[in-house]
C-alpha cells in the first residue's frame, strides 16, 4: 500500500501540494480536508468579481473536488481538522456535513491552514454590514450586500482596501477610505503612497489618513464610522486591515512558529515535526536580502510552497528558493510594484540605505499615448548594493520591478543593473529604460 499524505487547507498552498504530490508519485494515497465548500480558487481575483468585471465568483474556481477525484487525490470540503496527534501521526477530523468526527490517519502531512483577517477591537463590528474579504464565501456575501448599497467605509488602504476602494467605485459607490497611518500604501516610503492619494481622489475616493476608527455606529445594522476627524456615513464598511497566520492547530500539535509568528520551515518546507510540512499564508519564507525569515503571505509564493512541499513527499528534489519581496497590484489606472526594502526599512535595519525616485515615461516622449512612469532604488552607499525598488506606471510598464527583483535574488548592484541589456521600441521605453535613469542618478 502507498504512503497516506493528508493536507489540511485546500486554497493555494495545499491545492498546489495535493496535485503536485500525486502528479510526482501516482502511488501516494492523497486526502485533502477543507472545512469551507471550496477548494483550489484565487483569492486573488475577488476584487474584480466584486467590481463586476469578472462576471461570477466560479470563474476563480482553478479546480473542483471532482477534477481532483479524476486526478485521484480525495477532497473533503466542510471538514475541518479539529486535532492532530504527531505521535500516533493521527488526526481528529470534524465533518460539518453530517455533523460527525472521526479519525484519520497520515504519514505525511501538509499543513496549509493559511490566513485570517485581522479584526481590530473597535465596537460595532459585529454588526450587519461589517464585512471581511478573504474566501470564496466573503465574496459572495460581500456581492449581496453591494445590491442596494450606497456608500461604503473601507478601513485599511493596504493592498485589499485599495483594490477594492476601486472595485466599489466601479459599482457606483461612494467610498470613504480610512487609513490609521500617514499615508496610502504606509508599508512602502512616501512617493508611492503621494502618487496613490492623488490616483483615488481623482476617481473620486475620500482618503482619510492618520484617522482613528473609534466605533461603528448602528442599531444592529451598521449606519456610520466614528473617527478621531469626524463621522462617515456608510451603510457597508469593509474591514481591511490586515491578516494573522492561522497558526492554532499547528502549535497545539507542536509545530514550531518563527520569529514572524508563521510556521518555521526549511527549504523543503519541512517543520521541525518528522513527516510535517507547511505550505502558503501559514509559513515563513527566507529572505534573500534580509537574510532572516520573512512572512510573505501571497498567492504566488503559496502556490510554490505547496509544490515544493508536493514534490519533496513525492520523493523528488526540491527546494524553495526565499523570497525577496515583490508584489503588485493595480488602483484604478496606477500599477504599484514594489519588490525587496524600501528605504524607511533598510534604514530601520541598519543598511547606510540611500534612494533616487525618479519621474521618467512608460514609451518614447513622441509616441502617441506614452504616459508617466515613476521607479524608485533604494541601495547601500559605498557598496552600491540594491536593497529595494517600485515602479509606478499605467500599465504593464510596472512589471520592470522584476528586473529589480532579479537582481536582489543574486544581491546585484546599481553597476549590475546599469550593465544589463534592456529592451527598447518607442511604444514600450524612452531609449533609456526608466531603471537606467534611476541607476545612472543613484551613481
Ligand atoms: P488560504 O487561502 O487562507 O486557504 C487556507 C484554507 O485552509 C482555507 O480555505 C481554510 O478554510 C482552510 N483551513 C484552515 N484551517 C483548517 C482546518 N483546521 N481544517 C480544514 N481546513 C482548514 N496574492 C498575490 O500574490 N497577488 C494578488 O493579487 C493577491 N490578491 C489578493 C486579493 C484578495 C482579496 C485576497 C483575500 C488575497 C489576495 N492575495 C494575493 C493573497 C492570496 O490569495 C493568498 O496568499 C493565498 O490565498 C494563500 O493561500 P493559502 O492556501 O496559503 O491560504
Ligand atoms: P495590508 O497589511 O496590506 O494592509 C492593512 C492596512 O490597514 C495597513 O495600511 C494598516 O496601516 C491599516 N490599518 C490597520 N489597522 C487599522 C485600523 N484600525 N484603522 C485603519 N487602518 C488600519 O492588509 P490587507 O489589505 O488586509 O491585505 C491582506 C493580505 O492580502 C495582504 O497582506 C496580502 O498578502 C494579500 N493581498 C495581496 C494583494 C496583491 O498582492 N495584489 C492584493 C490583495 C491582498
Not at 207 to 212: A, D, F, L
Not at 337 to 345: D, I, M, N, S, Y
Not at 391 to 397: D, I, L, M, P, S
Request: hydrophobic fraction near 40%; aromatic fraction near 6%; proline fraction near 5%.
Amino acid at each position: 500500500m502507498g504512503k497516506r499524505m493528508v493536507v489540511v487547507g485546500g486554497v493555494a498552498g495545499g491545492a498546489s501540494a495535493a496535485a503536485k504530490a500525486k502528479r510526482e508519485n501516482p502511488e501516494l494515497e492523497v486526502v485533502v480536508y477543507e472545512k469551507s465548500p471550496h477548494v483550489s480558487y484565487g483569492a486573488c481575483g475577488l476584487p474584480y468579481v466584486l467590481s463586476g468585471e469578472i462576471p461570477s465568483l466560479t470563474k476563480l474556481i482553478a479546480r473542483t473536488p471532482e477534477a481532483f477525484r479524476k486526478q485521484g487525490v480525495l477532497v473533503h470540503t466542510r471538514h475541518e481538522v479539529v486535532e492532530i496527534d504527531p505521535e500516533s501521526r493521527t488526526l481528529t477530523v470534524f465533518d460539518h456535513g453530517e455533523g460527525r468526527t472521526f479519525q484519520d490517519r497520515y504519514d505525511h502531512l501538509v499543513l496549509a491552514t493559511g490566513a485570517r483577517p485581522q479584526i481590530p477591537p473597535i465596537p460595532g463590528t459585529e454588526q450587519e454590514g461589517v464585512y471581511t474579504l478573504r474566501t470564496l464565501e466573503d465574496g459572495e456575501r460581500l456581492l449581496q450586500a453591494l445590491e442596494g448599497a450606497k456608500r461604503a467605509a473601507i478601513l485599511g488602504a493596504g493592498y485589499i482596501g485599495l483594490e477594492v476602494a476601486e472595485a466599489f467605485r466601479k459599482r457606483g459607490l461612494e467610498v470613504t477610505l480610512l487609513e490609521a497611518k500617514d499615508r496610502p500604501l504606509p508599508h512602502w516610503d512616501e512617493e508611492v503612497g503621494g502618487l496613490l492619494k492623488e490616483e483615488l481622489e481623482r476617481h473620486g475616493v475620500e482618503v482619510w489618513t492618520g484617522v482613528k476608527v473609534e466605533a461603528f455606529r448602528g442599531m444592529g445594522r451598521v449606519e456610520a464610522v466614528e473617527t478621531s476627524e469626524g463621522v462617515v456615513p456608510a451603510d457597508l464598511v469593509l474591514l481591511a486591515t490586515g491578516i494573522r497566520p492561522n497558526t492554532g492547530l499547528a502549535q497545539a500539535m507542536g509545530v514550531a512558529l518563527g520569529p514572524t509568528g508563521a510556521i518555521a520551515t526549511d527549504e523543503r518546507m519541512r517543520t521541525n515535526l518528522e513527516g510535517v510540512y507547511a505550505a502558503g499564508d501559514v509559513a515563513e519564507s527566507f529572505h534573500r536580502v534580509l537574510k532572516r525569515p520573512y512572512w510573505l503571505p501571497l498567492g504566488d509564493v503559496a502556490n510554490k510552497h505547496g509544490r515544493t512541499a508536493g514534490s519533496v513527499i513525492a520523493g523528488k528534489e526540491a527546494r524553495f528558493g526565499g523570497v525577496v519581496g515583490t508584489a503588485i497590484f493595480k488602483a484604478f489606472g496606477l500599477a504599484v510594484a514594489t519588490t525587496g526594502l524600501p528605504l524607511e526599512r533598510a534604514l530601520k535595519e541598519g543598511y547606510r540605505a540611500k534612494k533616487v525616485f525618479i519621474q521618467s515615461q512608460d514609451g518614447a516622449h513622441y509616441y502617441p499615448g506614452s504616459a508617466p512612469l515613476w521607479v524608485e532604488l533604494v541601495y547601500e552607499e559605498g557598496t552600491g548594493r540594491l536593497l529595494g525598488g517600485a515602479v509606478v506606471a499605467h500599465g504593464h510598464g510596472a512589471l520592470r520591478i522584476d528586473t529589480l527583483a532579479a537582481l536582489l535574488h543574486r544581491e546585484g548592484t546599481l553597476e549590475d543593473l546599469l550593465a544589463l541589456d534592456l529592451a527598447y521600441a518607442p511604444p514600450y521605453s524612452p531609449v533609456w529604460d526608466p531603471l537606467l535613469i534611476a541607476a545612472q542618478q543613484a551613481r
